[in-house]
């Protein structure tokens, strides 16, 4: 077993459900995955980790309850705990059912793909109706675009530039949106995750 020193900074109590690993280079720094009391996790993207200390000191706090663990320790002076590879809130934490309205879940609900021409990556974002002709910034007039396409269109219509969307943009419900993330699975996925993550694929399939 590799042992690590428990050392882990105070922080609020908002902090437990809100702050998720994001940086993929600190996803293989034994992070535990955090499910919801019905042990669905509480976001699949960014798919809901909090960092090993995090874990730790919730478990200690009495407010989870650790389903899995690593094979690797943490130390105190005087406790020594495997480090929480799953827990569970102990208090249920009820889902948004307000879709914020911000680039990310914009790009998410496209797919992060342009609603132009399909390409992926350099993604801007673009107004079907252009503002210069009165349109507004909506889920409904505002979509996922690559810099070229959006270049290209500017200020004029779908029609005169000869652009056809991929789908009629509109507004997301939240568990819509929740499992549009399931589709973006980070690069590492430890193995007591699984289970949680994607029990329900072969009975949809």
Request: glycine share 6%.
């Amino acid at each position: 077993m590799t042992a690590l020193s428990m050392t882990t900074a105070p922080r609020g109590d908002g902090d437990f459900r809100t702050e998720f690993t994001r940086d993929p280079a600190g996803l293989r720094h034994f992070p535990a995955l955090v499910l919801n009391a019905d042990y669905r996790p509480l976001s699949y993207y960014p798919l809901s980790l909090w960092p090993w200390q995090d874990a730790v000191k919730a478990a200690f706090l009495d407010r989870v309850t650790i389903v899995s663990e690593y094979e690797e320790v943490v130390r105190s002076p005087t406790t020594t705990i495997r480090i929480p590879s799953v827990v569970v809130l102990k208090d249920y934490v009820a889902p948004q059912r307000r879709v914020a309205f911000t680039r990310f879940n914009l790009f998410l609900r496209d797919e992060f793909c342009c609603q132009y021409c399909g390409s992926k990556g350099d993604l801007t974002f673009d107004h079907v109706v252009p503002r210069a002709r009165g349109g507004v910034t909506s889920w409904e007039n505002v979509v996922a675009a690559c810099g070229q396409c959006n270049l290209r269109k500017g200020s004029r219509s779908l029609k005169q530039v000869g652009f056809n969307l991929r789908r009629a943009p509109r507004q997301p419900s939240a568990p819509e949106l929740m499992n549009m993330g399931r589709r973006f699975p980070p690069n590492y996925l430890h193995d007591s995750w699984m289970d949680f993550l994607y029990w329900d694929a072969e009975l949809e399939a």
